[in-house]
């Protein structure tokens, strides 16, 4: 198989590249990458000269780049977004270009060259579109019948991508499924994201920032497994299908504060309390049985506190990886491999 993939220059997707090259030995991929402010070419690096593995630099809004590669390939897996909340508060319009826009498209080139409707198309989603869950009833869990209800300009534009996605279905019969995930962490994870953010500040004798009170629930899950479920639909799921991802693994933003002091060998004084996030949600939590059941899958790297331990240290032992990302010289390898902008 050849998977055509969108954003995998990213966190999630340059993890899901290396799991595919390494688990499905007989498969392609080629990656689609505008590299933006958190695409680094550098997460990939080590597989650069693997023939099975093709880097292309372009945006997913050119209509005609992406109706070249489509004709090449035999599926796709729609990553790449904006992903950042508080960057979608300061200005959402990135966010509805590239996550709206974009969606639309690819969708739209894949129907160029696919008129019989062959090819599958995975757009990679976040639990984040079903908004907030109380904090006092916790039994209360998101699955694919949960009504929409984003809260964030960021929430609202994956909807949005959710919804055309959706559509083009419905509309065409194209084979495109839809994955709603919980946070990822994991190597290569954009440090401005809570848990690299606040090992890196740590070693840098910086303290970490904690929002509000602290009490903001999420379910934590690995980002190998979440690339497992991913390759799982590809190859199992039904077209027009939507499947919750997640890692069984609610803490409080408190608590996973506490968790990274702790492994790191600091204080409770570490701790920065900050103004709270606009329309910052309080509880994700994600109810992955329908993926168990009928695609066979379940989380087996997210146990905790195992996995945030791996995930710490992994930023402990590659300081020059984050460095480079924090002062933005990963740019120079960029400029040097592919030109720059």
């Not at 929002?211 to 799982?232: I, Q, S």
Request: proline letters at 5%; one cysteine or more.
């Amino acid at each position: 198989m050849h998977i055509l993939l969108t954003g995998g220059s990213g966190f999630i997707g340059s993890n899901f590249v290396r799991y595919v090259l390494r688990d499905r030995p007989d498969y392609r991929i080629t990656n689609l990458d505008a590299l933006t402010y958190s695409g680094n070419p550098e997460n990939l690096s080590d597989v650069e000269k693997d023939p099975r593995y093709t880097f292309v630099h372009g945006n997913i809004l050119d209509i005609d780049l992406v109706t070249k590669l489509m004709q090449q390939c035999d599926a796709v897996v729609h990553m790449a977004a904006e992903s950042h909340v508080d960057r979608s508060i300061i200005d959402a319009r990135p966010f509805v270009e590239s996550n709206v826009l974009g969606t639309q498209t690819l969708l739209d080139a894949l129907r160029r060259v696919d008129p019989g409707n062959t090819k599958k198309f995975v757009h990679v989603s976040t639990d984040e579109v079903f908004g907030d869950l109380p904090l006092d009833e916790p039994d209360k869990l998101f699955s694919e019948t949960t009504p929409y209800a984003p809260s964030s300009p960021y929430s609202a534009s994956k909807a949005g991508s959710d919804m055309v996605a959706r559509a083009y279905h419905h509309t065409f019969g194209m084979q495109v499924m839809i994955t709603n995930c919980s946070n990822n962490h994991g190597p290569y994870q954009f440090p401005e994201k809570v848990i690299p953010l606040f090992v890196t500040n740590l070693i840098e004798g910086k303290k970490v920032p904690l929002y509000g009170d602290g009490k903001n629930v999420r379910d934590w899950l690995h980002v190998e497994d979440h690339n497992e479920a991913v390759l799982t639909v590809l190859e199992k799921g039904k077209s027009g299908e939507q499947y919750c991802i997640g890692g069984n693994n609610e803490r409080t933003n408190l608590e996973l504060t506490h968790s990274i002091l702790e492994l790191m060998g600091k204080g409770k004084d570490m701790i920065a309390p900050v103004k709270d996030r606009l329309g910052h949600d309080r509880r994700y939590a994600i109810d992955a049985t329908k993926l168990k059941t009928q695609l066979g899958w379940q989380p087996t790297r997210s146990a905790w506190p195992q996995a945030l331990e791996a995930t710490v240290k992994w930023y402990v032992d590659n300081p020059q990886w984050w460095q480079r990302v924090k002062s933005g010289a990963y740019r120079s390898y960029y400029e040097k491999q592919y030109g720059g902008r």
